[in-house]
């Protein structure tokens, strides 16, 4: 059984993706697994691409090689962005016809960003602040943080390519594609 990513790395080896695995290509369209691709070569054209998974649900032979180097048997996954995604949704959407407001005084306390709280315990210096609830016919997305996902290798004693992609992009799309 070969270490996880994070006993490899907390020994300060130093851990890559594969080059077979810098062939993927990642498009923000198009159905999972299916919409991936493999490039012919790391630094390959886009126009000599073959699917990672093709529609007879067999996958392409590069889904079976290692994800790292050196190899390892799980890796934890997460996605940082997420916590600037409600920061970023107010930029996109403060401005808009459709933005509809609420004061901080009508938030639970769940929801209320942090603020300075009174010496008597109360909010009330913040209560009439608009706050940015709902726009385009969305809830604001209120403290998303970022995604974390434990990958194990399924069948090899080693992560593979198809591991990580069926382990990773697969919970990241549908919480994406749910939030």
């Given at each position: 059984?070969?270490?996880?990513?994070?006993?490899?790395?907390?020994?300060?080896?130093?851990?890559?993706?594969?080059?077979?695995?810098?062939?993927?290509?990642?498009?923000?369209?198009?159905?999972?697994?299916?919409?991936?691709?493999?490039?012919?070569?790391?630094?390959?054209?886009?126009?000599?691409?073959?699917?990672?998974?093709?529609?007879?649900?067999?996958?392409?032979?590069?889904?079976?090689?290692?994800?790292?180097?050196?190899?390892?048997?799980?890796?934890?996954?997460?996605?940082?962005?997420?916590?600037?995604?409600?920061?970023?949704?107010?930029?996109?959407?403060?401005?808009?016809?459709?933005?509809?407001?609420?004061?901080?005084?009508?938030?639970?306390?769940?929801?209320?960003?942090?603020?300075?709280?009174?010496?008597?315990?109360?909010?009330?210096?913040?209560?009439d602040t608009e706050y940015l609830a709902r726009?385009?016919?969305?809830?604001?997305?209120?403290?998303?943080?970022?995604?974390?996902?434990?990958?194990?290798?399924?069948?090899?004693?080693?992560?593979?390519?198809?591991?990580?992609?069926?382990?990773?992009?697969?919970?990241?799309?549908?919480?994406?594609?749910?939030?």
């Amino acid at each position: 059984m070969y270490p996880s990513f994070e006993e490899l790395r907390s020994e300060r080896q130093r851990i890559v993706f594969s080059d077979h695995f810098k062939r993927l290509c990642w498009p923000l369209r198009g159905t999972f697994p299916t919409a991936l691709s493999v490039m012919a070569t790391a630094r390959g054209a886009l126009d000599e691409m073959e699917p990672l998974q093709r529609q007879d649900g067999s996958w392409h032979e590069i889904a079976a090689l290692p994800l790292t180097e050196p190899k390892v048997s799980s890796v934890n996954a997460s996605v940082f962005i997420l916590n600037q995604y409600e920061a970023d949704w107010v930029v996109m959407h403060e401005y808009h016809e459709s933005a509809e407001y609420v004061t901080y005084g009508d938030l639970d306390d769940e929801t209320r960003p942090f603020g300075e709280q009174q010496e008597d315990g109360t909010w009330e210096a913040d209560a009439d602040t608009e706050y940015l609830a709902r726009c385009c016919g969305q809830d604001r997305p209120v403290r998303k943080k970022d995604l974390k996902v434990q990958v194990k290798a399924t069948s090899n004693k080693f992560l593979t390519i198809q591991d990580y992609v069926s382990g990773v992009l697969r919970p990241i799309l549908n919480w994406v594609k749910a939030n």
